[in-house]
């Protein structure tokens, strides 16, 4: 019998094809019957296929205007009309909603960023966002129309529905992934992030905790006066707190950034001995997993941030490290502990590429490099 061949996901398949097509279309049917649901289907499908992920979104937002309202008042009454229930306000986390939602915002950014429109266009985003966050779509407004729309911000930082309230945050961010750089600075947002860094929910919590990790990239000593504020202010749980702090000090953590680990508790020179990286195999193939394990000891107590570097290879022949996380933890003098770890490397992954040759593996530990080995990758 002839193997059958593998199918890869695709994302773009999976977020945007017939079936969602079908019932955004249905949507709006449902709200208003004179839309031609039949007809945007068949103009949405004609290219989609051949499109990639945030194309999609475009072409779909650019089907709609054939097919909504000429004026973008009717047409945002339009779009409030056929949205979808909300989400669950009862979740805290993991409810990021319908992705074919996405091209509602898009809509709004085409056709309703004039001056006039701004208000509407603002409504009509906090109500999509309940069913499917929009804070790629305000950034536009946030460059466009600061004032007015840091204004609605305001409002919206104390809005009971916590999707309403994680906009503010995730909107905001100087340097959110797959969207474009905000034109106001850094620090404007931060009177909101005293607001939400008290919210009682980990979807708003994650995101101004990232929101400080983005900051901590150009501005890091105001991450961390930020964060000993927010320790005395006592307005958030001491664990949820930490959890945050961790979270939003993570790239400042993997550099070794000194001020920062005196903020977490460690020595950036602990008093250990590591021993020599035991590699399970020196030559891996893409698709196997590099196995190594390593033994640490301490000479006094010390609180301990261990990592792992791999030095990748590039396909000019160079390198580039990325750092992950290994283990936390606290060591009593003259205790010792192995850590092991398996770390997979993954043929034909959708985020990075995978080059053969000679990669380097460094064991990063309180900020500082300490036992190093190679292993060569075939691909």
């Known amino acids: 019998m002839a193997k059958q061949k593998s199918t890869k996901f695709s994302l773009k398949d999976h977020l945007f094809n017939a079936d969602r097509v079908q019932f955004l279309a249905g949507q709006f049917s449902a709200a208003d019957r004179r839309f031609d649901a039949v007809g945007f289907t068949q103009a949405v499908m004609k290219r989609l296929k051949q499109l990639e992920l945030k194309q999609r979104i475009v072409h779909i937002a650019e089907t709609l205007e054939q097919f909504l309202a000429d004026d973008f008042q ?56 309940k069913r499917f966050s929009m804070e790629d779509a305000l950034r ?101 707190l930490e959890w945050m702090c961790q979270h939003a ?69 160079s390198h580039s490290p990325k750092v992950f996380k290994a283990k936390k933890l606290q060591l009593r003098s003259g205790h010792s502990v192995t850590i092991r770890k398996r770390h997979p490397l993954r043929a034909g992954a959708t985020t990075y590429t995978l080059f053969p040759g000679t990669h380097r593996l460094t064991i990063q530990i309180n900020g500082r490099s300490w036992s190093t080995a190679t292993f060569e990758l075939s691909c």
């Open 74 to 129: 009717l047409a945002a009454r339009q779009i409030i009309a056929a949205l979808p229930a909300e989400l669950d306000p009862t979740k805290t986390d993991d409810d990021f909603g319908d992705f074919i939602l996405a091209p509602l915002g898009e809509f709004v950014v085409r056709r309703g960023i004039a001056t006039k429109d701004v208000a509407m266009s603002l409504k009509t985003l906090k109500e999509i966002t």
């Open 249 to 317: 000090l993570r790239t400042l953590i993997k550099q070794g950034h000194e001020q920062t680990m005196q903020f977490i508790g460690v020595r950036t020179k602990p008093k250990v001995t590591v021993s020599p990286i035991e590699l399970c195999q020196s030559t891996i193939t893409a698709g196997q997993s590099l196995e190594f394990a390593i033994t640490i000891t301490s000479h006094r107590d010390e609180s301990l941030v261990v990592d792992y570097v791999i030095d990748f290879v590039k396909a000019n022949g």
């Open 140 to 240: 536009s407004f946030i460059n466009a129309h600061p004032e007015k729309t840091l204004r609605e911000l305001e409002k919206w930082s104390t809005d009971r529905n916590y999707h309403v309230r994680r906009l503010v945050s995730e909107s905001t961010r100087p340097r959110l992934p797959w969207s474009g750089r905000l034109t106001i600075d850094h620090s404007v947002p931060l009177p909101f992030l005293e607001k939400l860094h008290g919210d009682s929910t980990r979807y708003v919590t994650r995101s101004v905790a990232n929101h400080m990790n983005d900051i901590s990239k150009v501005d890091p000593l105001l991450v961390l006066e930020t964060l000993a504020r927010w320790r005395k202010a006592g307005r958030q749980r001491p664990d949820e």
